[in-house]
C-alpha cells in the first residue's frame, strides 16, 4: 500500500502519561498511523508518492478536537461587526456609529458578541443606542448567543410591538412596565421573529464562509469538532465539503430535539443516527435543559438577584426526561445544555433513570455546567455522564471580584463555584474542553490556556476566576485529544498516536505542556493532518 505521508524528526506525545513516545518518525496510509520508529527506520517506507516532512524537532500531539463548536451559525454570525472588544456603552455606541457612516441606505446592521457587562447597572436594553441606530434595522447578537438586542426599526420591520407567547418556556420579548419592547429577544424562539425579515446571505456565501472558518480552524491546530447543532441545511453543506475534499475538520454532529418534538421527530432524529460522509457523522441528539445565566433564562434551584432563572426550557421537564428514555433505549447518546444547577440535576436525574430501565447504554454529556452544588459532583462518575466544559467563558465573560453580570445573579455562594473543572475530574468525571464558538475563540491553545490560568484573554495580569479550578496541563490537553476521544465512543482509534490510530494529528513548535499558560496560545502550529493529509502547513516545514 502507498506511504503518502511521513514525518520525520519529531517529538511525539503520549497525552496520556505526558511524556515523549520512544519513536522519532511515523508513517502513514490510508488515514492511519501505519508505523512508528526512528527516521531510518521510516525512511523504508517512502516512495515516490510519498509527502516527507522533517519536523526539526517539533512536537506532535494526536489531532486537537473542539468538544463543542457551532460552525455553520457561527460562520454565518461572526460576518458583522464585533462587539467583543467592547468594554462599555460608549465603546459599543462608537463601534456601530462607524459601521453606520458605512451602511448603504435601508441595509441591516448586524453586530455579534456584545457582552451584557457593557451595560454596568442598567438594563440590557436598545435604548443606550436609540440616536445612533435611528432609522437603521439593526441586529445585535449578545456574547450567549441565546439573546439578541433589535433596533426600534428592526422591530418595526417585523411587526413586533409587545410581548409573545411561545413554546420555549424561556423566549421572551422583553417588555418594559408599559408594554412596549425593549429589544432584548431571549432564545431561539424571540430571537427569531425579526430574523426572519432581516436579509439572509445566498447559500454559496454561506458555503464559502464555513468553509473559509473550517480552514482557519485547521490553521489553529484543530482537526475535529463536536458539533452541537444540524439546523437549516448544515447537513448538506457539510456533505458538499466533504465530498469536494474542502472539509477540514472531522465532524461529529448532533441534531437539535427541541420542545414539541413529538414521537414521530423523536423517530427521525433516531433513525438520523449515522448519516454522513467520509468526515462528518451524525452521532447523538443536542438538547437544551435551560439558558443562560447572563440574560436569565438558565434553570437555578433558587431564583438569581433580579428574582429571574426559575425554569426549564421545557415547559415540562419530564417530557425532557421521556424523551432521553427513548433515546438511550436506542443508543443515541445525549449532549444536553444545562447551565444553572437544577437543569445539570434534571439531566443527572434523567439520565439515572434511562439507566434503571435500560442498562448502562450509550455515553451521555452534560455541556456547560457553569455552577453545581457538591452533590452532583461524584454523580457524573457514578453514572458514566461527560462533562463538557468551555474554561473560557470563565475566563472572558467574569471577573475573579465577581462584579461581572454572570457573578452579580448568581450571588457569592454560586459564583464561587463557577466552572467547576478541577472538582469534576477529581471526583472522576470525564472532562472534555472545547469553546463553544462563535459563544469565545476557537483556537485550542487558547482553550488549553484558560483551563490552565483562567485569567481573562485580554489581561492576563488580572486575577484568575476560581484558581482552585484550574486543570494541570496534562489534564488540559487530555480534555481536547483523549478525552473528546472517549466522549465520542472513538477511544480505539482516536485521541493517542499509536499504530492503527486514525492520523490526525496536531505539530507545534514546542512542548504544550512546558510552555507557560501567558505564551501557550502563541505557541505556532506549524503542521496540521486530518485523515494523513495536511490541512495547514507552515512555511517553515
Not at 439593526?138 to 428592526?154: C, G, P, T
Not at 464562509?209 to 480552524?217: F, G, I, P
Not at 475538520?249 to 427541541?258: E, I, N, Y
Request: charged content about 25%; glycine content about 10%.
Amino acid at each position: 500500500m502507498p506511504t503518502p505521508l511521513v514525518l520525520l524528526s519529531a517529538r511525539l506525545l503520549d497525552p496520556v502519561t505526558g511524556a515523549f513516545l520512544p519513536h522519532t518518525a511515523l508513517a502513514v496510509s490510508g488515514g492511519r498511523i501505519t508505523a512508528l520508529g526512528d527516521d531510518q527506520g521510516i525512511r523504508a517506507h517512502v516512495d515516490a508518492s510519498t509527502t516527507v516532512i522533517d519536523l526539526k524537532g517539533a512536537v506532535v500531539t494526536p489531532g486537537l478536537v473542539d468538544g463543542h463548536l457551532h460552525p455553520v451559525s457561527g460562520a454565518e454570525l461572526t460576518g458583522g461587526l464585533d462587539l467583543s472588544g467592547c468594554a462599555d456603552v460608549e465603546d459599543v455606541r462608537a463601534a456601530l456609529a462607524a459601521e453606520v457612516r458605512n451602511l448603504a441606505p435601508g441595509a441591516w446592521l448586524h453586530g455579534w458578541g456584545l457582552d451584557p457587562n457593557v451595560f454596568g447597572d442598567r438594563p440590557v436594553g436598545i435604548a443606550p443606542f436609540d440616536s445612533v441606530l435611528d432609522g437603521v434595522p439593526a441586529l445585535l447578537l449578545l456574547f450567549d448567543a441565546h439573546s439578541m438586542l433589535a433596533s426600534r426599526r428592526a422591530l418595526e420591520l417585523a411587526g413586533v410591538d409587545g410581548p409573545r407567547t411561545f413554546g420555549q418556556a424561556s423566549a421572551e420579548v422583553v417588555c418594559d412596565e408599559r408594554g412596549r419592547p425593549t429589544g432584548l429577544l431571549q432564545e431561539d424562539a424571540a430571537c427569531e421573529l425579526v430574523e426572519r425579515v432581516a436579509p439572509q446571505p445566498t447559500r454559496e456565501e454561506r458555503r464559502d464562509r464555513l468553509a473559509a472558518a473550517l480552514r482557519a480552524m485547521a490553521a489553529s491546530g484543530l482537526t475535529g469538532g463536536h458539533v452541537m447543532d444540524a439546523n437549516g441545511d448544515s447537513l448538506a453543506l457539510f456533505s458538499e465539503l466533504d465530498a469536494a475534499g474542502e472539509l477540514a475538520l472531522r465532524l461529529r454532529v448532533a441534531p437539535w430535539c427541541q420542545p414539541g418534538t413529538d414521537a414521530e421527530g423523536v423517530r427521525a432524529l433516531i433513525e438520523q443516527q449515522g448519516a454522513g460522509g467520509a468526515l462528518w457523522r451524525t452521532d447523538g441528539v443536542k438538547i437544551f435543559m435551560d439558558g443562560t445565566i447572563d440574560n436569565g433564562t438558565a434553570w437555578l434551584e433558587r431564583p438569581d438577584c433580579h428574582g429571574e432563572s426559575t425554569h426549564a426550557f421545557w415547559p415540562d421537564p419530564e417530557v425532557y426526561t421521556r424523551i432521553v428514555g427513548e433515546l438511550h433505549r436506542a443508543g443515541v447518546p445525549t449532549a444536553t445544555h444545562a447551565i444553572g444547577d437544577a437543569a445539570v440535576r434534571h439531566v443527572l436525574d434523567a439520565v439515572e433513570k434511562a439507566q434503571a430501565a435500560g442498562g448502562r447504554g450509550p455515553r451521555h454529556r452534560v455541556e456547560h455546567i457553569e455552577t453545581v452544588p457538591d452533590d452532583t459532583l461524584g454523580r457524573f462518575a457514578a453514572l458514566g455522564v461527560i462533562a463538557s466544559m468551555q474554561p473560557t467563558h470563565c475566563c472572558d465573560f467574569t471577573r475573579a471580584d465577581h462584579t461581572d453580570n454572570w457573578s452579580r445573579r448568581l450571588g457569592e455562594e454560586r459564583a464561587s463555584r463557577a466552572w467547576r473543572c478541577r472538582d469534576l475530574r477529581d471526583s472522576g468525571a470525564t472532562v472534555v474542553l472545547g469553546s463553544d464558538w462563535p459563544i469565545a475563540p476557537y483556537p485550542p491553545l487558547g482553550v488549553m490556556a484558560g483551563a490552565r490560568h483562567r485569567r481573562p484573554s485580554r489581561d492576563l495580569t488580572q486575577d484568575p476566576h476560581g484558581p482552585e479550578q484550574a486543570l494541570t496541563p496534562l489534564e488540559a490537553l487530555q480534555g481536547l485529544t483523549v478525552n473528546a476521544a472517549y466522549a465520542a465512543g472513538k477511544e480505539h482509534e482516536a485521541g493517542r498516536i499509536a499504530v492503527g490510530h486514525r492520523a490526525d494529528l496536531t505539530v507545534l513548535a514546542d512542548n504544550p505542556l512546558t510552555t507557560a499558560d501567558t505564551v501557550l496560545p502563541d505557541l505556532p502550529v506549524l503542521l496540521t493532518v486530518l485523515d494523513g493529509r495536511p490541512t495547514h502547513r507552515d512555511a517553515s516545514l
